[in-house]
């Protein structure tokens, strides 16, 4: 019986951790300064180099889109963003050099970052 106890408790303990490790990260985004008709835009690996060299840990990194719609013309923004998982304490030095939480964004639409 207590073994079984014992069971119960590690797994409540770990599933209450995993919770409260997601809520310690945040997903910033900084515009990746793409244009339609070209082939531009800044990197992923290439951005995230701005928040390593700012002391930030990068925990995971993907593509996204601010989610509203643009007219179709060449040389115009894509709204493309460059999407890094951080952990929150390094918020506002994220804020210092440009990046922002998905948050602020109103038409974003979360994925999963693998």
């Given amino acids: 019986m207590k073994l079984v106890f014992g069971l119960v408790v590690v797994i409540l303990l770990s599933s209450c951790k995993k919770n409260i490790d997601e809520t310690t990260n945040i997903k910033v985004y900084k515009f990746d300064n793409s244009t339609q008709c070209e082939r531009t835009g800044i990197e992923l690996a290439v951005m995230e180099l701005e928040l390593i060299n700012a002391g930030i840990d990068v925990?995971?990194?993907?593509?996204?889109s601010d989610g509203l719609f643009r007219p179709a013309v060449c040389g115009a923004g894509t709204g493309r963003i460059n999407v890094y998982t951080i952990h929150s304490s390094n918020i506002n030095d994220a804020k210092d050099i440009g990046f922002f939480p998905v948050s602020e964004l109103s038409e974003y639409q979360d994925s999963e970052c693998n």
């Fill in 59 to 64: 925990l995971c990194s993907q593509k996204g």
